[in-house]
C-alpha cells in the first residue's frame, strides 16, 4: 500500500494520559490516552468509498491489499500513526453523564494529503480503551455498515458529515441484544473506518469545564481553533477569538440541522458527546430516515418515552446543545452576553437557512414572510402530509412534476401508505397544490429554472432505513453486492437513475414494524 504522510498534532500539542496500561479509568488532565486497536481474527475488506480513498491519495490496488484489510482493521499499523482514544464527556438525554470518551473509536493518525488537507483516520469497533466503561470496544456489521452506508450517502446529499473510507469485517462475532429485551445473540463483527478533519465533540470541552480544569479547557479551545478553524486564529485577543469561534460553531450547527431537516434525516441520539465542533453529522447509531412525514418521529427505542430526539425537535435539541457547550466555555471567555448573543443568532441563521433550503425544496424565487405568507403556507402542508401519511421524499421530488396552472394529484400516486389517510385529506391537499401553483406562477421563476432548483433540492434517493437493512441481511449472508450497489445509487442521490427505480420506492409493508427498519436501538 501506498504510503501516507502523517502529522498528528492532537497528540504532539495537547497533554496525553500518563498511564499507559489499557483498562478501563477516569482519566484526569488529559486530553486523550494512547491505545492501540486490539487484532481481530480475519479482517476482510467489505466495502470502501472510493470518493473517499481518492482523497487520501489510495487507489484500488491499495484498497484491494491485504494490508489495506489489516490496517483497517486493527492489526497493524502503519508508520507515521500514533494512535488514542479522546476523553470527553457530555450530556445524554438531558442529563449530564460524567466521562465517556472514546469507547470503541481509536484515531489512527492524522493524514496529510497531497493538496495539504488534514484528514483524521479514525477506527470505530477497533476494542477495548480506558473509555470502554462496561462495554466491548466493538461494533457488530449491522450498525457499522449503517454508519458506513449513511455518512458516504450524506455526503453526496450535501449535507455537512464526517466520512467513511472502509468496512472491514473482523471474521469474529460479537454478541448484542438489539432491543434491549433479554434476546442477546452473536452478531459478525465490523470495524468502520471514519475520516473528518477532526472528531473533536461538544463533550471534549465540557469534561475539562464539569472537572474545573480551566487551563486544559483553555489549551483544548486554542488548539481547536489553530487546527481547524485556522480563519480564526488571525484574531489577536484570545477572548475575541473564542466568541468568534463560538459563533462560528453556532452558525455551522444552525446550517447542519436545517440540512437534516430537508432530506428527512433523524439522527437518534443527539447528546452532547455526539455533536461535532465542525458542525458534522457524527456518530452514526439509531439514526432514521423519515419515510411517511411525520415531525414526532424518533427512530431510537430508547428515546421512545420522550421523544426527546424526535424529528421536528431537532433544532431546538441543537440549540440546546449549544447552551451547555456554551456554560462549558464560558470559564474561559469570562462574559456572558456575547455568548448569549451568539445563542440567539443560531436560532435567526437556522430559520434563515430553513427557509432557503424550503424555498428551493417548494420552487420559489423568494420567500414571503408577512401578508399571505410562506411560513403559514409550509406549516399548512407539513399537516397535511402528516395526516396523510404521506411519503416526504416522494411527495417533494414529485412536486417538481405538478403543472402549477393545473394542479392534480396524480404526481403523488407513490406517495401514500394509506388509502383511508389518503382520502381523508386529498380534497385540501389538491386545495394547497392549487394555491401553491398560483403562488409559483406569480413568483416568476421561469418553469425549467423552477424544475432544476427543486430537483436539486429534493432528493429522489435517500438511504431508507429498510434499503439499509437489506443490505445488512444480505451482508451478513456473506453477500455485499447489495450494499456496492446501494452505495452507487447513493453516490448521485439526485438524478434518475433507469433501471434502479426500487431504490426510490417508498418503504414497504413488511418494514413498518420491523426493527433495523422503523425501530432502532444503540446496542450496536
Ligand atoms: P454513543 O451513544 O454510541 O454515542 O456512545 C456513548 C458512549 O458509549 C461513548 O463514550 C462510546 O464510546 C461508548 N460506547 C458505545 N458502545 C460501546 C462499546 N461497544 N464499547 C465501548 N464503549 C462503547
Ligand atoms: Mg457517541
Request: hydrophobic share 40%; net charge negative.
Amino acid at each position: 500500500m501506498r504510503a501516507l504522510r502523517f502529522d498528528n498534532r492532537f497528540v504532539r500539542e495537547l497533554p496525553g494520559d500518563p498511564e499507559a496500561e489499557n483498562h478501563v479509568r477516569p482519566v484526569h488532565g488529559a486530553c486523550y490516552s494512547r491505545v492501540q486497536p486490539t487484532p481481530v481474527r480475519s479482517p476482510t475488506l467489505l466495502a470502501w468509498s472510493r470518493e473517499v480513498a481518492q482523497i487520501l491519495g489510495l487507489d484500488e490496488a491499495d484498497v484491494r491489499s491485504a494490508e489495506f484489510a489489516r490496517v483497517f482493521g486493527g492489526n497493524a499499523l502503519l508508520p507515521g500513526m500514533a494512535p488514542y482514544a479522546a476523553c470527553y464527556g457530555g450530556h445524554q438525554f438531558g442529563n449530564w453523564a460524567g466521562q465517556l470518551g472514546d469507547g470503541r473509536a481509536i484515531t489512527l493518525g492524522e493524514s496529510i494529503n497531497a493538496r495539504g488537507e488534514r484528514w483524521e483516520l479514525q477506527l470505530k469497533g477497533a476494542g477495548p480503551t480506558p473509555y470502554s466503561r462496561h462495554a466491548d470496544g466493538r461494533a457488530v456489521l449491522r450498525s457499522s455498515l449503517r454508519e458506513f452506508l449513511c455518512s458516504e450517502a450524506m455526503h453526496h446529499l450535501g449535507v455537512p458529515t464526517t466520512r467513511a473510507l472502509s468496512l472491514v469485517a473482523t471474521g469474529e462475532q460479537v454478541v448484542r441484544d438489539m432491543l434491549y429485551d433479554g434476546n442477546p445473540r452473536p452478531e459478525p463483527g465490523a470495524v468502520v473506518c471514519r475520516v473528518a478533519p477532526s472528531f473533536i465533540r461538544f463533550g471534549n470541552f465540557e469534561i475539562f469545564a464539569s472537572r474545573g480544569e480551566e487551563a486544559l479547557l483553555e489549551r483544548l479551545i486554542d488548539f481547536t481553533i489553530a487546527r481547524d478553524f485556522p480563519a480564526l486564529a488571525a484574531e489577536p485577543a484570545p477572548a475575541a477569538r473564542r466568541i468568534r469561534w463560538f459563533e462560528e460553531v453556532c452558525r455551522r450547527t444552525a446550517v447542519l440541522v436545517a440540512h437534516w431537516m430537508r432530506v428527512g434525516f433523524v439522527h437518534g441520539v443527539m447528546n452532547t458527546d455526539n455533536m461535532s465542533i465542525l458542525g458534522l453529522t457524527i456518530d452514526y447509531g439509531p439514526y432514521g430516515w423519515v419515510d411517511d412525514f411525520d415531525p414526532d418521529w424518533t427512530p431510537n427505542t430508547t428515546d421512545a418515552g420522550g421523544r426527546r430526539y424526535r424529528f421536528g425537535n431537532q433544532p431546538y435539541i441543537a440549540h440546546w446543545n449549544l447552551w451547555q457547550l456554551a456554560n462549558a466555555i464560558h470559564p474561559v471567555v469570562r462574559e456572558e452576553a456575547p455568548l448569549e448573543r451568539a445563542l440567539a443568532a443560531y436560532a435567526d441563521i437556522h430559520d434563515a437557512e430553513y427557509r432557503r433550503m424550503m424555498q428551493a425544496k417548494l420552487g420559489l424565487a423568494q420567500w414571503r414572510t408577512g401578508e399571505g405568507d410562506d411560513d403559514g403556507a409550509l406549516a399548512r402542508l407539513h399537516k397535511l402530509l402528516a395526516a396523510g401519511e404521506v411519503d416526504m421524499t416522494i411527495f417533494f421530488r414529485r412536486l417538481a412534476d405538478v403543472d402549477p396552472a393545473v394542479p392534480s394529484l396524480l404526481p403523488f400516486d407513490e406517495a401514500f401508505y394509506d388509502p383511508a389517510r389518503r382520502a381523508a385529506v386529498e380534497t385540501e391537499l389538491l386545495g394547497w397544490l392549487r394555491d401553491h401553483g398560483a403562488r409559483v406562477l406569480a413568483d416568476g421563476l421561469p418553469a425549467a429554472e423552477r424544475r432544476a432548483v427543486m430537483l436539486g433540492a429534493n432528493p429522489l434517493y435517500v438511504p431508507r432505513n429498510y434499503l439499509a437493512q437489506q443490505a445488512i441481511d444480505a451482508a451478513e449472508n456473506g453477500d455485499s453486492s447489495e450494499l456496492e450497489t446501494l452505495l452507487e445509487v447513493l453516490r448521485r442521490p439526485y438524478d434518475e437513475q433507469p433501471g434502479r427505480e426500487r431504490f426510490a420506492a417508498r418503504r414497504p409493508d413488511w418494514a413498518r414494524n420491523r426493527p433495523g427498519c422503523s425501530m432502532l436501538s444503540c446496542s450496536s
